[in-house]
T-cell receptor
Framework: GAVVSQHPSWVICKSGTSVKIECRSL??????MFWYRQFPKQSLMLMAT?????????EQGVEKDKFLINHASLTLSTLTVTSAHPEDSSFYIC???????????FGPGTRLTVL | GDSVTQMEGPVTLSEEAFLTINCTYT??????LFWYVQYPGEGLQLLLK?????DKGSNKGFEATYRKETTSFHLEKGSVQVSDSAVYFC????????????FGSGTKLNVKP
């Protein structure tokens, strides 16, 4: 199989705090992971591409200082939303690509609510 | 740039009806095409895929054929079930664009008993 997990599945935080979301590939190694954001009833928007051992590549319009991405191992990438505000409330989904394959396996998503 | 256009929803059908969800794409080179399904509150699951022209992807009664001449990848199912109610996303990935995935806007399918 190719299972990707995310933790936490949901989180509520106060405005101004930081939140870390983990994305793990459970049964395969993923050189590349991706972070998406999904607003209600909308499609997924690619935020950044996370490569193991190197800096993430951010899509245009995504603030790299606000959405910190770390890909420290072949099975773990983290997204930290710094100084979160209510407009950061969204569904965040990660995906992982098996090395050598052009197919992404998606995590179940993390719903972030900022009060 | 690369993009995917899907028919807007929601699509409401009765059980056992025929389903078509249109998807067209714009891409450089020769992309791979995908259909993903998302159930409420969950992440995306790969439904089917096709990697080259004229390929037909199929899974769980769903089918889609990669048509390069019309740049389309329409999703079809001959007889839908209530359990098929979900949001369906068409997506492409192009090696000319670092294999990034681009998703359509999604089409919500409601199947009534």
């Amino acid at each position: 199989g190719a299972v990707v997990s995310q933790h936490p599945s949901w989180v509520i935080c106060k405005s101004g705090t930081s939140v870390k979301i983990e994305c793990r590939s459970l049964d395969f190694q993923a050189t590349t992971m991706f972070w998406y954001r999904q607003f209600p009833k909308q499609s997924l928007m690619l935020m950044a591409t996370s490569n193991e051992g190197s800096k993430a590549t951010y899509e245009q319009g995504v603030e790299k200082d606000k959405f910190l991405i770390n890909h420290a191992s072949l099975t773990l990438s983290t997204l930290t939303v710094t100084s979160a505000h209510p407009e950061d409330s969204s569904f965040y989904i990660c995906s992982a690509r098996k090395t050598g394959r052009n197919e992404q396996f998606f995590g179940p998503g993390t719903r972030l609510t900022v009060l | 740039g690369d993009s995917v256009t899907q028919m807007e929803g929601p699509v409401t059908l009765s059980e056992e009806a025929f389903l078509t969800i249109n998807c067209t794409y714009t891409a450089t080179g020769y992309p791979s095409l995908f259909w993903y399904v998302q159930y409420p509150g969950e992440g995306l699951q790969l439904l089917l895929k096709a990697t080259k022209a004229d390929d037909k992807g199929s899974n769980k009664g769903f089918e889609a054929t990669y048509r390069k001449e019309t740049t389309s990848f329409h999703l079809e199912k001959g007889s839908v079930q209530v359990s098929d109610s979900a949001v369906y996303f068409c997506a492409l990935s192009s090696p000319n664009n670092f294999n990034k995935f681009y998703f359509g806007s999604g089409t919500k399918l409601n199947v009534k008993p």
